[in-house]
């Protein structure tokens, strides 16, 4: 299949929805879980372990600023890592989020399903299946509808933040910040400062949403000026709502009374502890606040990563066959399915069905989307740093153009820092990280077929991998595919 061969998304999705598309994405299940899990652990500290967050998800958003902007294309993933880095890095480009979207659309099905029994007895499997079930329907007919669907969802999303966030300063008491940093053991920092680290890190995750803007770039309105307008409205909102979450949490509910008589902190995260502080009515909305994260998420998931693999299959890295594009809807329909078809096949396999949802599965799913998610920022920032010199002209003429000094601080901090919140996560499930090692062993003997497939037929398949196709060619740009 060449470059001109493969049907276009027609429609496109304005900033306002892009937002929401990306809010939906960053403020997720996890906001609504984490901070009370976090401060059953770290205690007052982690209103300064948000904070610390807050240092790399700017330097992901500069760098998701200068590669949207100098290269805005659908799939960004996949395609920074395939042109700036090597064609290897990007088959990794489409196949780790690929794998890490997959544990992600589980784990917010699963956490859906924890809140559904608030408001109706539902068994947990039916729960999941309806949720997955319903927003692969809505993106299979179009994405104007799921970009619709999304900016009401988030609308409501926010509102129940402010509400706990409210209800939280009603109740607010400095004394709880004190100490900031608890040991648990009598002694101030007898456990070190190991729980405030794993705090900054896991209140990161909810951060890394924003990457969903590069993968939908072929169908964002004016996507090299509105790149950084939506990164900056939505992510100054999800920053502000989180830390608003956080700040009213501790200052709420003292640190100790969070904590369960397991040791872990009580189940129903943020819902849970507003009993006695907020009134019947609020805690409800709260609690169905964290419905329509889940929704929210799985909705930007299947938005955003079914181009990933659309894209990847234009250039016939995975079969051709999943470039196509519905007649009717105008969306991805076959990467949409290949996207929501595995977690809805593994769903009754969970171990998790009986009635009480597994804490451990959730979190071992969450540990399995995050490495894979760091894994992705390790390989764009060496595609960010390698942008200059090899599209020299894109960079030097982006809409958006870091000095080259920032760019390279912006490209190393992005790969340490993931690589080391990466290990971090993972010790907590070294299985997770397993696996994900495992998929990229499997997935690169896919690609070592792949390509002696094409070499048989005279086709050199990195050369398809290595060049932009002509409708991502701008202003008569020279890097287009012929």
């Known amino acids: 299949m060449s470059g001109d061969e493969f049907k276009l998304i027609n429609e496109k999705v304005g900033p306002i929805a892009a937002v929401a598309l990306l809010i939906g994405t960053a403020v997720g299940m996890s906001i609504f879980i984490v901070p009370t899990q976090m401060a059953a652990t770290a205690g007052p500290s982690i209103v300064v372990a948000i904070l610390l967050a807050i240092v790399p998800m700017v330097l992901g958003i500069l760098l998701l600023l200068q590669l949207g902007g100098a290269i805005p294309v659908a799939g960004g993933a996949y395609v920074y890592a395939s042109r700036l880095v090597g064609p290897y890095w990007g088959f990794l480009g489409v196949a780790v989020p690929v794998m890490s979207v997959w544990a992600y659309l589980l784990f917010a099905a699963l956490g859906f399903a924890e809140y559904v029994p608030v408001f109706a007895d539902l068994p947990t499997l039916v729960s999941v299946y309806l949720l997955l079930g319903a927003f692969l329907a809505f993106n299979y007919v179009g994405v104007r509808l799921a970009a619709n669907i999304q900016i009401v969802l988030v609308c409501l999303l926010m509102a129940a933040m402010i509400t706990f966030i409210v209800g939280g300063f009603t109740s607010f008491d400095a004394a709880n910040f004190d100490p900031l940093f608890p040991s648990g053991k009598g002694e101030p920092f007898a456990d070190g400062y190991a729980p405030f680290f794993l705090a900054a890190v896991t209140l990161y995750i909810p951060f890394q949403g924003f990457a969903m803007?590069?993968?939908?770039?072929?169908?964002?309105?004016?996507?090299?000026?509105?790149?950084?307008?939506?990164?900056?409205?939505?992510?100054?909102?999800?920053?502000?709502?989180?830390?608003?979450?956080?700040?009213?949490?501790?200052?709420?509910?003292?640190?100790?009374?969070?904590?369960?008589?397991?040791?872990?902190?009580?189940?129903?995260?943020?819902?849970?502890?507003?009993?006695?502080?907020?009134?019947?009515?609020?805690?409800?909305?709260?609690?169905?606040?964290?419905?329509?994260?889940?929704?929210?998420?799985?909705?930007?998931?299947?938005?955003?990563?079914?181009?990933?693999?659309?894209?990847?299959?234009?250039?016939?890295?995975?079969?051709?066959y999943f470039a196509g594009i519905d007649d009717r809807f105008g969306t991805p329909n076959r990467a949409l399915l290949l996207l929501a078809l595995p977690p809805l096949l593994f769903a009754p396999f969970t171990g998790s069905f009986d009635g009480i949802i597994a804490v451990d599965v959730i979190d071992w799913l969450v540990t399995v989307t995050v490495t894979g998610i760091f894994i992705s920022f390790m390989i764009s920032g060496v595609a960010l740093w390698n942008l200059p010199k090899i599209f020299p002209d894109r960079y030097e003429y982006s809409f958006y153009r870091l000095p080259l000094p920032l760019l390279k601080v912006v490209a190393v901090g992005n790969t340490v820092v993931s690589a080391v919140f990466m290990v971090f996560v993972a010790l907590g499930a070294p299985s997770a990280l397993g696996l994900q090692f495992g998929w990229i062993l499997l997935v690169s003997l896919l690609y070592v077929y792949r390509i002696r497939t094409y070499d048989t037929d005279g086709e050199d398949l990195r050369d398809k991998m290595s060049l932009l196709h002509k409708h991502e060619a701008i202003d008569g740009d020279s890097d287009g595919s012929d």
Do not use: H
């Not at 009580?266 to 009134?279: C, D, Q, S, T, W």
């Not at 909305?285 to 889940?294: C, R, T």
């Open 213 to 320: 803007i590069i993968e939908i770039g072929e169908e964002l309105e004016n996507p090299a000026k509105n790149i950084l307008r939506v990164l900056a409205a939505g992510m100054t909102l999800v920053a502000i709502l989180t830390i608003g979450v956080v700040v009213a949490l501790v200052g709420a509910v003292p640190w100790e009374s969070i904590i369960g008589a397991d040791g872990e902190a009580v189940e129903g995260g943020l819902a849970a502890v507003a009993e006695g502080i907020m009134p019947g009515w609020a805690i409800a909305f709260v609690a169905a606040g964290a419905l329509i994260a889940a929704a929210t998420t799985t909705n930007t998931l299947y938005t955003s990563y079914s181009r990933t693999i659309m894209r990847a299959a234009r250039d016939d890295v995975i079969p051709g």
